[in-house]
């Protein structure tokens, strides 16, 4: 089909990704990739259009995922993957990692750690319209200490200067937002998830920069000291979160910080024996605390959006699904956890008016799936059509 063909999607169970009501027997107009009309129903004026009968099969916006590395492959040693590979193959293994999600129904992801330009190049040429692909927002380069975080991906800074410098230069890159390395975590050797990196001079001056250019600022923080720099710096979206505390949870509230969790990447480290000793030992320590914090989350109303860490060691796109079904057994509904999927995800992001949600004038990101996941969640990893931008992906 051609790229600008239009569409009706009708008699489908419509989850707009805002409401909590289901649009019953409803349909979906997408014209120039864009959704035009969202109705009950029967459509009128139908020439022209190509129509899919989704009776009996529910429509949602295409999912979000909050946090990925696109050059990750799932190898339990990533750090070879980098250091090993020029960047012009880390950017063609970053595109098929990409499209690979896209394919499960992904159809927009926030990338928070790339080197240099590979990740922002992938996302130019997807935007482009020259490859088929998820709507990628990125943060190229992370900002962290020497040595800090994962630094072999990420412009290393000391002081507040380096990290202003650097700031400016992923912005001035192309980046969409800037990731910082808040604390240390658990995959890098030699660190503590609840030791603080970047300090906070450091931060700000990074949020500094960053607001400059009216860009969000997402922080990598595991430890309770990290994570109360990051709020009081007014950090944008708390990644992990591992050790926050009731006070820094209702902090989070108060001020509308996100909360993206990436649970699933943990279990899977605790579960192989692939893991290198060092990051199962710390691994194993922080499953049980991330989770409890998860369920306090949720009890105090934070906002949380669905990411994942996928790319990370053994957590290729698949296990987006994963996440989804803990967050679930944390104590969000099945509305709840795909509203955090979608809109909620793409509030974060700062792409609300674009996508995430089921509305006139937003982008076509679609998915139809056989039966409904507010049964149970799983039902959104079987068979389904993928719409991107109003194509269909084959
Ligand atoms: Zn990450």
Redesign the pocket.
Known sequence: MPANTKWILKNGSIIDGVNDEVLENAYIKVENGKISEVQQGEPRETEGFEIIDCTGKHILPGLIDC?V?LVWNGSADPQSVIKNEENDRIALEAYKHALDTLKLGVTTVRD??APDRTVLHVRNVIDSGLLEGPTIIASGAPICMTGGHVYYLGYESDGPDEVRKNTRRVLKEGADLVKVMATGGIYTKGEEPGSVQLTIEELSAAKEEALKKNKKVSA?ADGIEGIMNCLEVGIDTI?HGIYADRQALEIMKNQGTFLVP?MAVMRQLISSPDIPAFALEKAKQVVGPHFSMLQEAVQIGVKIATGT?CG?PLTPPRYYYDELAIMHEAGMSEMEVIKASTAVAAECLGIEDQRGSISPGKFADLLIVDSNPLNDLNRLRGDKLVMKNGVLVS
Do not use: A, I, K, P
């Open positions: 946090h590395h928070l750690g990598h990644e990436t860490d990370s």
